[in-house]
T-cell receptor, first 107, second 117 residues
């Protein structure tokens, strides 16, 4: 069983829709990361969280340490948001990745 | 200027060969990483170096050896390449050690697609 589970695995949305991607983890963590991998392969770090909530433009990330759960929300989704979103957790010297959520936003 | 650069971008080689992938970061970060992304797009950490010292060494074959000549560079040497080594390898860097509570957003290189024939 993977230490980090994401859902859904694949997601198709219409432009403008509100999107939520979920991440659950089973280990004690010191930080959780949300990464975005574009169709061309490049990886960008979106957020690093250890508590609460962060917002950057149309993206919002939340984390509940007690429930070991994080969500990534995209408001007013756009085709350029189409990418794979990866949740990763750091536990001291270890680092674990989810399998990613492939998002396609249709115009 | 590119923050984290990797060379080469593509590498095609025969089984049994020895190859290296280079990584350089110009961000002044203390920690650098190597990740492997397999054909199913699953990312896995391989190594992490903090100030030229190894701090994470996941269960990878000892055919893989990281070399950090200085804290701005972390090169990956692979000996006796096997078919299963075919993957995309990403280098990354962060200001502080992975998993700590300090600011450690990671910056990724563009990746090196290795194909072993």
């Amino acid at each position: 069983k993977n230490e980090v589970e994401q859902s859904p695995q694949n997601l198709t949305a219409q432009e403008g829709e509100f999107i939520t991607i979920n991440c659950s983890y089973s280990v004690g963590i010191s930080a959780l990361h949300w990464l975005q991998q574009h169709p061309g392969g490049g990886i960008v770090s979106l957020f690093m969280l250890s508590s609460g909530k962060k917002k950057h433009g149309r993206l919002i990330a939340t984390i509940n340490i007690q429930e070991k759960h994080s969500s990534l929300h995209i408001t007013a989704s756009h085709p350029r948001d189409s990418a794979v979103y990866i949740c990763a957790v750091g536990t001291g010297n270890q680092f674990y990745f989810g399998t990613g959520t492939s998002l396609t936003v249709i115009p | 200027d590119t923050a984290v650069s990797q060379t080469p971008k593509y590498l095609v080689t025969q089984m049994g060969n020895d190859k290296s992938i280079k990584c350089e970061q110009n961000l002044g970060h203390d920690t650098m990483y190597w990740y492997k992304q397999d054909s199913k797009k699953f990312l896995k950490i391989m190594f992490s170096y903090n100030n030229k010292e190894l701090i994470i060494n996941e269960t990878v074959p000892n055919r893989f050896s990281p070399k950090s000549p200085d804290k701005a560079h972390l090169n990956l040497h692979i000996n006796s390449l096997e078919l299963g080594d075919s993957a995309v390898y990403f280098c990354a860097s962060s200001q502080d050690r992975a998993g700590t509570r300090s600011t450690n957003e990671q910056f990724f290189g563009p990746g090196t697609r290795l194909t072993v024939l």
